[in-house]
């Protein structure tokens, strides 16, 4: 039997240093629960003259990455540098040299995740990024472990910590957008540059990686519908709590008669339901199978320790194949034929926030307008929107196809007596049964 398993760590930034730490401070009961030890032997590193707090088993720094991914004692490459091209080259390269892959790099798995998973395939070696989504939330473990029996129809969920915090704080602290992104960069919650985020690119990534291992297709980055958050008023979370809903940025994925959709989108949330009550840089995952019904995973999405968490538990999985003899083996591949959902088959409630001129007959005509395409309304609220012969309407509707919601929009936008589509949102977590 193996008694020792070497690992080669390209980056030692903060999830990288998490690492090393996790192994060291756990190396007693990591060798105990897999029988075997497991060593930090390199470290590719970008300055080795840099001041670094090194454990006391200190693995040998290095600048050139060759002498990582070729050195034959190392049985496990841990790719924490980020990027894309450069990472992408180091691990085709350390699996082409039989080496197993552990990353936590959500951008390059959701852009060449499935080419990266045929070469661990054809090449014996497990390659597994259990920390590109939810930090220390095992959810795709969920996915591929514990739910792997069940047809998932649906993965929905807040898998952006910055995202959430600051619409947590602009709903309960009733302050602006840029404030609370302020507050976030200070806190260290939010990037110099937190474009990715606030954009829903940073989920849209995510959700492109849960989409292909639920629904076992190879869903690609550009299939996620994405809008991100920095057009969102005050106004519009005010009216949501009045009618009892909570704005997340949420990630969807449904899949249903063998097509699936998928987007990254500001959705009102019903109080009641469970990803309503998600606050702060949290993360969470409801999954809906089959068999199993409704599931859900909640946890810090980010940080050095909990990302740390699932790379080191990944490595464990790694050395447990290892020892077995099975590397290579637990790779899914999705080979499913996609399918998109078209518009006309994709339903939901919508909440819509319109500017109107404040005179009569107006509010009938645009009644008449949903009226004439099948569309009503769960909730109306009317308000005098300023004083220049204006009117705030804030309509919530009844579920309806997306395609003859953004044609009933289309229609509207040509009356004379509306002024402005002000807003509109996905409303979810209430009973879709009208």
Known sequence: MQKQVSIGLLGFGVVGSGVVKMI???REELSQKLGCDVTVKHILVRD???QR???LHSPKLTTDPAEVLNDPDIDIIVEVMGGIEEARKHIRHALQNKKHVVTANKDLIA????ELLEVASENHCDLFYEASVGGGIPVLRGLTDGLISDRIQEVMGIVNGTTNYILTKMDEDHVSFDKALGDAQNLGFAEADPTADIEGLDAARKMAILSRLAFSMNVELDDVETSGITDIALKDLEYGNQLGYVMK???FAKKENGSIEISVQPTFFDKKHPLAGVKNEYNAVYIKGEAVGETMFYGPGAGSMPTATAVVSDIMAVVKNMLLGITGKSNLIAGLDKEITPDERRFAKFYVR???KDKAGVFASISQLFHDKEISFERIIQRPASKNQ???VILV???TSLANFQTTLEQLQEMESLESIQSYYRVEGVEKND
Do not use: F, R, S, Y
Request: aromatic share 0%.
């Open 249 to 251: 940025l949420i990630g």
């Open 390 to 392: 204006l009117a705030e």
């Open 111 to 114: 852009l060449h995740g499935q």
């Open 48 to 50: 080795k003259e840099k």
């Open 397 to 399: 509707t009844h579920q």
């Open 53 to 55: 707090d090194l454990p």
């Open 354 to 356: 319109l500017h109107v």
């Open 24 to 26: 060291e401070n756990h």
